[in-house]
């Protein structure tokens, strides 16, 4: 058996053996370059100055959105102001207008208002004046016209309101009015703006607003005369 015994076989095997077992070691040692790539950039130390960028940007993503924030609210409450100061500011153009004014010796009130629904102007015009009963039959209850002859403070507009058909009543003052359709905002500040300057008042003398000559007039029926003059009588209610 010994005979058979061959020792440089047996070498040469275990020097096989060996070899292999070194290669497959230096195969499980041997890293993949890939993953040592990896480790690499995972491992490899961020200095300040990355640091530093990193925290600088997470900080400016809340402030960009602060900002935005604070951007929207302002321009939000921008555009309510702006209505606000819009919607104050119809409201005062649209305010009523009341005036007082002597002529003569009798108190004349004037008022304006506005209706912005339908776009109407009024005017009311009231002569602190008592009606008797002398000047209803004379003027048989009504008087054609009153007109009031109005321009601005700066001199820039005329114009004329005419009170048509007023109706005497006994006892009561003498009112008239005037509706204007169609009038713009604008129209009815200008209307405030001429009530609100020179202004002249025309009336029949049967309703002079000077009382001297109201009392001419009242001696004068109560005299029995004016049956004597109803043609005159008839320009009393019509001239001024």
Same mark, same amino acid.
């Given at each position: ?111 304006? /208002? ?8 009024? =005017? @009311? %015009? $009231?002569?602190? !004046?008592? *009606? ?23 001199? /820039? ?8 058909? =007023? @109706? %005497? $009543?006994?006892? !009561?003052? *003498? ?34 607003? @000077?009382?001297?000559?109201? !009392? ?25």
């Amino acid at each position: 058996m010994f005979n058979n015994y061959d020792p440089m076989k047996f070498i040469k095997e275990m020097h096989g053996i060996k070899k292999n077992i070194e290669e497959q070691s230096i195969q499980i040692d041997e890293p993949n370059e890939e993953s040592t790539e990896n480790n690499i950039e995972q491992n490899e130390p961020v200095t300040e100055e990355q640091d530093y960028i990193n925290k600088h940007a997470e900080m400016e993503k809340p402030k960009k959105k602060s900002k935005h924030r604070i951007f929207n609210f302002l321009a939000v409450t921008l555009i309510i102001v702006c209505g606000l100061i819009f919607l104050a500011y119809r409201e005062i153009c649209a305010m009523p207008y009341e005036g007082s004014f002597i002529f003569g010796d009798t108190t004349v009130i004037i008022n304006a /208002t506005y209706n912005s629904k339908y776009q109407i102007a009024k =005017i @009311d %015009l $009231t002569l602190d !004046e008592i *009606i008797e009963d002398w000047q209803i039959k004379i003027a048989n209850g009504n008087v054609e016209e009153i007109k009031l002859e109005c321009e601005t403070s700066d001199k /820039t507009v005329k114009k004329e309101f005419k009170f048509k058909n =007023i @109706d %005497l $009543t006994e006892g !009561e003052q *003498i009112k008239g009015s005037i509706t204007i359709e169609s009038t713009k905002l604008n129209d009815f500040v200008l209307i405030k703006d001429l009530l609100s300057g020179d202004i002249m008042i025309y009336t029949p003398k049967i309703i002079s607003v @000077d009382s001297k000559e109201r !009392e001419k007039l009242k001696q004068y029926y109560e005299s029995g005369a004016w049956i004597w003059g109803l043609m005159w009588a008839n320009a009393l209610m019509g001239g001024y």
